[in-house]
């Protein structure tokens, strides 16, 4: 009789540890207990007679989706016409496959489940989890077309929290 339960008890301990590590590979849930901090300056632009601080178009607060965030974010333009979003005091969770997106969709405060509905720009990968950085937006982007900036997950398409954009220009 144990020659018969042998295989079945093999086979299941096969299932069982390719489910765990299906299951760690998607969830990745030791990145709840890892921080990344980045601390970029605020960006400059050099014109002929030195540096020149940048302009602030758009700032906002972030409020919390999935997981606990806070933080500010700021819109900046150069004087050579470039734009940097930048994260200021930004602390949230870390996780897999986060991105900082500029959305044309609404903050709501109980999720953030619609911020890939309409129009999205991926500014890149999320650097540190927390700290102040800096992402560079794509020329040609039109700033007063989008109100939001995310941090999306795209593994399982949640945000982590959201700030609205108030225009100051």
Same mark, same amino acid.
């Given at each position: ?6 295989p079945? @008890? ?6 069982v540890? /390719?489910? !765990? !590590?299906?299951?760690?590979y998607?969830?990745?849930p030791?990145?709840l ?6 601390d970029e ?5 050099? $014109?002929?007679? *030195? ?20 933080? #500010?974010?700021e819109?900046?333009r150069? !004087?050579d016409?470039?734009?940097? /979003? ?11 496959? @986060? ?10 405060? $109980?999720?953030?489940?619609? @911020?890939? $509905? ?5 500014l *890149?990968?999320?650097?540190?989890? %927390?700290?102040n950085?800096n992402y ?5 982007? $039109? /700033? ?11 593994r399982?398409?949640? #945000?982590?929290?959201a700030a %609205?954009?108030?225009?100051l220009?």
């Open positions: 009789m144990s020659r018969t339960k042998s079945v @008890l093999w086979i299941s301990t096969v299932v540890v /390719l489910a !765990a !590590a299906i299951g760690l998607l969830f990745q030791w990145r207990l890892t921080t990344e901090r980045v300056a605020a960006p400059v632009a050099t $014109d002929g007679q *030195g540096a020149a601080q940048a302009q602030q178009v758009a700032n906002g607060s972030f409020i919390s989706h999935e997981h606990e965030t806070s933080g #500010s974010v819109i900046q150069l !004087a016409g470039t734009a940097t /979003l930048r994260l200021t005091n930004l602390r949230t969770s870390d996780g897999p496959a @986060l991105h900082v997106w500029l959305s044309d969709q609404p903050v709501k405060q $109980d999720g953030g489940g619609n @911020l890939d $509905d309409g129009k999205y720009v991926d *890149g990968d999320l650097k540190g989890n %927390e700290g950085q560079a937006i794509p020329q040609g982007t $039109d /700033l007063n077309t989008f109100s939001t900036v995310t941090i999306w997950c795209e399982f398409s949640v #945000s982590f929290g %609205e954009l108030k225009q220009t």
